[in-house]
């Protein structure tokens, strides 16, 4: 009891004195003497004591055992009670507050002493107990909290596997409430099929001693509540508790693990089979040390791993070569530990050159610094021999390996640019083949390339170095001439143009034969004609087209002239743009005779343009239509105009079948055979009513595709007529396979079809041809009577020209249908009456040849030239001719050769006083005159030849 502190509550003092004097003895301290339970409360909170003497019985209002209870509220502290009452009520009391002790009144010392002992023995030993209960449950609370918020899912079982205690995780990973596992097996935690395999284990693990396995790995499969099942890893130990064995099992889902753990492997294999290099290096302060590098690095560097490991980034990807801007790059992008985008050429370990694409990239660390590099590679060196291949195709002809109208662009204005600095001239010059188109149709299109490369062999041959030759297009080309001294630019790039034109007019061997294509050239030169290539280019295309009009093969300079007249060609071109929106056209309609009946057989639709009030000409604006592309919607106009004419006309009952021109783009059009239809169709017009007419040049530019288009025109019930025949390139075996109804003979054999033998015997060729061929036959351009008998008697199937009508308004024509117009010829055409033709320039002449025949059984014509002659011949059936030999412009030896040609079937006599006997000889020779008459004539004589002649004539004609 040595030194504890009490605290005595008793209201006699005389006893609470007696009891302090006690204890003091004994060792102890009394803290304080309370009389009541306000002093009592007071005390114990001050003096904190060990122990609490209380008599039960207070004065006045004050109950000890309430105020027991009220301390023993505040604080634990031992309590013994003093009384002198021992009756059951009391001390049932008493024992409500769990007192430790009691005394008696009175009591000796030894009593009291043993008493306190006792209790406070009690009271310590109760607090000690309350201590580790409070240190046990603290524990139990800690390690529940462990277990609670830990993230592994722990199940506790006894040694039958019941389940005996979870955690929060296991609730979460098993999908269960706590109390719907405790209690359970174990078994409900794994998927039905394994369940036997997991008994067999955990006998396994019960039979082996426990010290070999005090934590246990092993990897299982558990099932959720919901009857889902996930991977997980399990650790398991075992405890002895009161004798019982616990296990507990510690679960870790690995589902996500598994899924980083296979996108690893994933990434690892995505890095394993990548095309692109991958290199991982450590940041170092001083060095970046090769960590990785996948099989696709090792094969674009031809380097193993183990070869490439702890070398230096910087030298690994970029190579040695300290000139390298790439390599410059790449240092400063590790130096500063940041991103790089570059494409570097290096050396492979063979010592092959590549072309690399790589991109570097920091990998920071918790902190934020670069611990590593990771750098992707990619090999583009067949990416940029491509890239480099598709800039050389873009910028140089394909066919012939010239630069292309690109690059010459290019070379040109860096030529101008030059010429600036140094103040020379600049030549240019465009070249254009002038027999590549022939080339092209007769020997074919590989030819026709074969002779471009030739072409342009030839031209590098002949420039000089730093010079441009190009390839525009087509068969045109173009030629820089750089340096050239201002004052001798235009000689020097004369004699240039003469040696290249000496160079490019000898022959070319082309499929076994020999070639000749020479060229047109147009120069234009800088400054004086322009100072940019676009301005340069088009003079000189002026130019080249004024050689071409001169003399093919020649060369032309550049003048103002020709600007003008661009400038005029650009805005005919503008203007004929807007007239084609604003419908500034018109047709005008030619008429077609039969040469038989005399009467309409139909009319060619002729196009106007009604420009500024005036009517521009055909000639000027169809060439500028053809190579602009608006031919192709004038031609359509043309064809609805001219079918709605051919409906309205029908409505009044008039019927004309009309011919429309097609275009060679129009030709070698996919759509044209459904726009013809479509014009039909939308204005309601038979098929027969339309005639399309094309010109031999456009079929022969692509025969076969020609033919095709055709055959589905002809399909379609049109006339198919083909126009100026014998003009072009025509091929008897591509005729034969034309669908076509018509062939229109040129005027340019119409023309002088009176005159010139050639002329005619090819106008009579073409139409026995067209006869032999089943094809109707139409003269086109017959201005003349004479040229209308002519072709009428070797028979012609159909006039068009001026002599019947020029072109005509659509009112026009339509008078001509209603009044019936038609074409009518002498009726002496058709007397067989012998007919004698008189030739001299001498009027007295002919009046006294005429005298002398009076009587005689003959029609006598004069004409007082050999024009005049050869045309009254056209005009009628004549059988004897007898003409003067000395007229002016052509002799009469000369006139009878020609009429011998055209009308072999004639008797020719020449009648002269001054005959050139050589002359006459030969034509006697040649047949070309029967008889030579002398100047001046003996009548008797005269008319003996002449009736010698007229009788060998119809002998001739009718031998029997």
């Not at 309350?130 to 909290?145: C, H, K, T």
């Not at 288009?709 to 034309?738: E, I, W």
């Not at 005619?760 to 009577?785: D, F, P, Q, W």
């Amino acid at each position: 009891m040595n030194g504890l502190r009490i605290l005595i509550v008793e209201d006699e003092r005389v006893i609470a004195r007696d009891i302090a004097n006690q204890l003091q003895r004994f060792g102890s301290t009394v803290v304080g003497i309370a009389g009541d339970a306000a002093q009592a409360l007071a005390l114990f909170g001050q003096e904190d004591p060990e122990l609490v003497l209380l008599d039960i019985h207070l004065d006045g209002a004050d109950d000890g055992v309430s105020l027991a209870g009220e301390l023993m509220a505040r604080k634990p502290v031992a309590v013994v009670f003093l009384t002198a009452y021992s009756d059951p009520a009391t001390l049932a009391r008493v024992k409500a507050v769990s007192p430790y002790d009691f005394l008696l009144k009175p009591f000796d010392e030894r009593s009291l002493c043993w008493t306190l002992e006792l209790a406070i023995a009690r009271f310590r030993a109760l607090q000690e107990r309350q201590a580790l209960e409070r240190q046990v449950a603290d524990s139990e609370a800690r390690l529940r909290a462990i277990l609670e918020t830990a993230y592994n899912g722990f199940v506790i079982c006894d040694e039958a596997l019941l389940i005996v205690m979870v955690n929060a995780q296991a609730e979460r990973l098993f999908g269960y409430e706590r109390e719907e596992m405790l209690g359970q097996p174990l078994s409900m935690l794994i998927p039905e099929r394994l369940r036997e395999a997991h008994a067999q284990a955990h006998a396994r693990y019960l039979e082996a001693p426990y010290a070999r396995h005090p934590n246990q790995l092993g990897r299982i499969v558990g099932r959720r509540k919901d009857g889902s099942e996930f991977p997980a890893d399990v650790a398991l130990s075992h405890a002895v508790c009161a004798g019982e064995i616990l296990l507990t099992a510690s679960v870790i889902d690995t589902s996500e693990r598994k899924r980083q753990e296979e996108t690893l492997r994933l990434h690892r294999r995505a890095l394993e089979s990548s095309a692109n290099g991958v290199v991982i290096a450590e940041a170092k302060a001083d060095a970046r040390p090769l960590l990785y590098a996948n099989p696709a690095f090792e094969r674009m560097t031809g380097c193993q791993e183990a070869e490439l490991l702890g070398g230096d980034l910087l030298d690994i990807l970029a190579g040695e070569d300290l000139d390298n801007p790439a390599r410059h790059e790449l240092c400063a992008a590790l130096r500063e530990r940041r991103e790089a985008h570059l494409i570097l050429r290096r050396c492979r370990a063979d010592g092959t050159p590549a072309w690399c694409e790589l991109s570097l990239a920091p990998v920071l660390d918790e902190a934020g610094r670069a611990s590593h590099y990771v750098s992707t590679i990619n090999d583009i060196s067949e990416r940029v021999r491509y890239e480099a291949q598709l800039e050389y195709q873009a910028t140089h002809d394909e066919l012939t390996g010239l630069p292309n109208r690109s690059l010459l662009q290019d070379r040109c204005a860096q030529g101008i640019a030059q010429a600036r600095r140094d103040g020379s001239c600049l030549a240019l010059i465009l070249l254009d083949l002038d027999r590549f188109k022939w080339v092209n149709d007769s020997l074919g299109h590989a030819q026709g390339d074969a002779l471009l490369r030739l072409v342009a062999r030839r031209l590098g041959e002949t420039m000089r170095e730093g010079d441009t030759v190009a390839r525009l297009g087509g068969d045109e080309f173009v030629l820089i001439l750089q340096h050239l001294p201002p004052d001798e630019a235009e000689l020097l790039t004369q004699g240039f143009v003469r040696r290249l034109q000496d160079t490019l007019a000898r022959p070319y061997v082309l499929a076994g034969q020999e070639v000749q294509s020479p060229a047109s050239l147009g120069i234009a030169l800088y400054p004086k004609d322009g100072e940019d290539a676009q301005i340069l280019l088009q003079h000189a295309d002026a130019a080249m087209y004024r050689a071409k009009e001169q003399q093919r093969g020649e060369f032309c300079f550049f003048t103002e002239a020709m600007n003008q007249r661009a400038v005029h060609r650009l805005s005919l071109e503008t203007a004929l743009r807007r007239s084609l929106d604003q419908g500034d056209f018109e047709l005008h309609y030619q008429p077609k005779v039969d040469l038989r009946s005399g009467q309409l057989a139909g009319a060619e639709a002729l196009l106007r343009w009604r420009h500024e009030e005036r009517l521009v000409s055909p000639a000027d604006f169809i060439p500028l239509a053809e190579e602009t592309g608006l031919i192709v919607p004038l031609g359509e106009w043309v064809l609805h105009t001219a079918c709605a004419q051919l409906a309205a006309w029908h409505k009044e009952g008039l019927f004309l079948p009309v011919a429309v021109n097609l275009s060679a783009r129009q030709l070698h059009s996919q759509a044209l055979p459904q726009t013809c239809r479509s014009a039909l169709e939308r204005h309601g017009v038979e098929p027969a009513c339309l005639e399309l007419e094309l010109t031999e040049s456009a079929m022969m530019q692509d025969p076969e595709h020609g033919i095709r288009v055709l055959k589905a025109l002809k399909d379609s019930g049109l006339t198919l007529s083909l126009d100026d025949f014998g003009t072009g390139y025509s091929s008897l075996s591509y005729l034969k396979r034309l669908p076509l109804d018509l062939l229109k003979i040129d005027r340019s054999f119409v023309r002088n079809i009176t005159q010139e033998p050639d002329d005619a015997h090819i106008a009579v060729a073409i139409i026995a041809m067209a006869h032999s061929l089943r094809l109707k036959v139409v003269a086109e351009g017959v201005e003349t009577e004479a040229q209308m008998h002519y072709l009428r008697r070797n028979g012609c199937d159909l006039l068009q020209g001026f002599y019947f009508s020029p072109p005509v308004p659509k009112d026009e024509l339509k008078d001509m249908l209603v009044t019936r117009r038609r074409l009518s010829w002498p009726a002496e055409l058709d007397d067989e009456q012998p007919t004698l033709l008189l030739v001299d320039d001498e009027p007295d002449v002919l009046r006294a040849l005429k005298r002398m025949l009076r009587g005689e059984p003959y029609r006598v014509l004069t004409a007082a030239s050999a024009e005049e002659g050869l045309e009254t011949l056209a005009r009628y059936p004549i059988q004897v001719i007898v003409s003067d030999q000395r007229m002016p412009g052509m002799s009469g030896t000369d006139f009878l050769g020609k009429v011998r040609e055209l009308y072999p079937g004639t008797v020719r006599m020449v009648l002269s006083g001054y005959a050139d006997i050589k002359s006459v000889r030969d034509a006697i020779n040649r047949g070309a005159i029967y008889r030579f008459i002398d100047k001046p004539w003996q009548d008797d004589e005269f008319l003996r030849h002449l009736r010698d002649a007229f009788e060998l004539q119809a002998k001739q004609h009718d031998p029997a």
